[in-house]
């Protein structure tokens, strides 16, 4: 079965900057194209950025210019390195493949506050 496991959330002041962890097993991760999510209560989970089989990758409008989605093949493991961090970044985030959504993680929170 499908496990993925975030990591590497916090407690952080706007403008500050955290780098999450996706390790994944339980798939042919280079086989899959991934993706971070984040759900803030009361609000939808959404898609904030996502990386292709070959590297390519795609950023929500929100998040363009601060975030940078990454993977390493190698080790099955998935990077989000936030920087200048905003209060509306504050959400849970998790990891899930693009092609066919596996069970959802336990989340890392990401909270971004003064």
């Known amino acids: 079965q499908v496990q993925l496991v975030e990591s590497g959330g916090g407690l952080v002041q706007p403008g500050g900057s955290l780098r999450l962890s996706c390790a994944a097993s339980g798939i042919i991760f280079s086989d899959n194209a991934m993706g971070w999510y984040r759900q803030a209560p009361g609000k939808q989970r959404e898609l904030v950025a996502d990386i292709s089989r070959s590297g390519r990758t795609n950023y929500a409008d929100s998040v363009k210019g601060r975030f940078s989605i990454s993977r390493d093949n190698a080790k099955n493991v998935m990077y989000l390195q936030m920087n200048s961090l905003k209060p509306e970044d504050t959400a849970a985030y998790y990891c899930?493949?693009?092609?066919?959504?596996?069970?959802w993680g336990q989340g890392t929170q990401v909270t971004v506050s003064s």
């Open positions: 899930n493949r693009r092609g066919n959504l596996a069970s």
